[in-house]
């Protein structure tokens, strides 16, 4: 099953594991997307990091704001 959603909420680790959350950066200029896991992340762990916090900082590339 695949589940996709702009829904922060669901960047919970009690939801989901970092295996099972993929996230997309498109290039704006070129249009090309690059798909990675939250798990290719060393310093992301189960222990020490609000997953939510880092994506709204920007850390895990993805950006969080839609530019138009």
């Given amino acids: ?17 970092k ?5 997309i ?3 704006r200029h070129s249009l090309a997307s690059e798909v990675y896991r939250l798990s290719d992340f060393d310093e992301v762990t189960y ?6 916090n880092i994506y709204r900082e920007g850390r895990i590339g ?4 839609v530019i138009y």
Avoid: V
Wanted: proline share 3%; aromatic share 14%.
């Fill in 47 to 52: 222990e020490n990091h609000n997953w939510r």
């Fill in 19 to 23: 295996e099972q959350i993929w996230l």
């Fill in 1 to 17: 099953m695949i589940f996709t959603t702009h829904n922060t909420d669901f960047l919970e680790s009690k939801l989901f594991a």
């Fill in 25 to 27: 950066d498109k290039d």
């Fill in 62 to 65: 993805a950006i969080p704001k």
